[in-house]
């Protein structure tokens, strides 16, 4: 019997990510409806034919094109405070990469618009996600620093990559009552979640990170 890709078998099967959600729980994940999305993607898809073995680890892994893949973890950490258990409506990707990450958002908003300025990266990441059918899912060649203006607001933002400071632009595509976060420095890294509030923006600086730079323009 043949077995999808998308369904995997061994280390990639759907135990294997069972086993991978269990730890996000032991981790501190709380959010159910993320851990349901982190359980169906396969993350496996994403990574090259020779990773795949190590797909549910909690660990980056390199895609190609000086980028990885971030770990479980940080992906559900993320999405975790940016969501903060609302129905999300609009959300806003930056950095596409291999498109696993948008998948994952695909399955907990209305509609997600993903940002990738390495174009040979987002063609890579529509292969990938090809099988999955996500109708709800845009992905856009574009310079993520500056934003998708035409699709704005968003009632989420999440940035997978790091920023030397907090984008002005993307500030200014946050709706009201809208959440993003981003990882902040050039050196030490942290997560800011920030809050477009009834009185203004808010910040709270969360945990330590690794992630490649935030660059601008596109190629």
Same mark, same amino acid.
């Given at each position: 019997?043949?077995?999808?890709?998308?369904?995997?078998?061994?280390?990639?099967?759907?135990?294997?990510?069972?086993?991978?959600?269990?730890?996000?729980?032991?981790?501190?994940?709380?959010?159910?409806?993320?851990? *349901?999305?982190?359980?169906?993607?396969?993350?496996?898809?994403?990574v090259?034919?020779?990773?795949?073995?190590?797909?549910?680890?909690?660990?980056?892994?390199?895609?190609?094109?000086?980028?990885?893949?971030s770990q479980?973890?940080?992906?559900?950490?993320?999405?975790?405070?940016?969501?903060?258990h609302?129905?999300? *409506?609009?959300?806003?990707?930056v950095?596409?990469?291999?498109?696993?990450?948008?998948?994952?958002?695909?399955?907990?908003?209305?509609?997600?618009?993903?940002?990738?300025?390495?174009?040979?990266?987002?063609?890579k990441?529509?292969?990938?996600?090809?099988?999955?059918?996500?109708?709800?899912?845009?992905?856009?060649?574009?310079?993520? *620093?500056?934003?998708?203006?035409?699709?704005?607001?968003?009632?989420?933002?999440?940035?997978?990559?790091?920023?030397?400071?907090?984008?002005?632009?993307?500030?200014?595509?946050?709706?009201?009552?809208?959440?993003?976060?981003?990882?902040?420095?050039?050196g030490?890294?942290?997560?800011?979640?920030?809050?477009?509030? *009834?009185?203004?923006?808010?910040?709270?600086?969360?945990?330590?990170?690794?992630?490649?730079?935030?660059?601008?323009?596109?190629?």
């Amino acid at each position: 019997m043949k077995v999808s890709k998308t369904r995997g078998i061994g280390m990639t099967s759907q135990r294997t990510r069972d086993r991978m959600v269990w730890r996000l729980r032991e981790s501190g994940i709380r959010d159910e409806a993320v851990l *349901a999305a982190m359980a169906a993607v396969p993350r496996h898809v994403f990574v090259d034919e020779g990773l795949a073995s190590r797909a549910y680890e909690d660990t980056a892994l390199p895609i190609g094109f000086e980028q990885t893949i971030s770990q479980p973890f940080v992906v559900a950490r993320m999405i975790e405070a940016m969501r903060a258990h609302r129905t999300l *409506a609009n959300v806003l990707e930056v950095g596409t990469g291999c498109g696993y990450q948008a998948a994952v958002l695909a399955r907990l908003a209305k509609d997600v618009y993903s940002i990738e300025r390495i174009a040979g990266l987002l063609e890579k990441a529509r292969g990938n996600l090809r099988s999955l059918r996500l109708s709800n899912l845009r992905l856009v060649h574009a310079d993520g *620093a500056l934003g998708l203006a035409e699709a704005a607001p968003f009632d989420g933002i999440i940035v997978a990559a790091a920023a030397s400071g907090i984008p002005d632009a993307l500030l200014q595509q946050l709706a009201p009552g809208g959440r993003m976060i981003v990882p902040v420095g050039s050196g030490d890294q942290t997560l800011c979640l920030i809050e477009r509030t *009834a009185t203004g923006l808010t910040e709270k600086w969360l945990d330590a990170v690794r992630f490649v730079p935030l660059r601008g323009g596109k190629q």
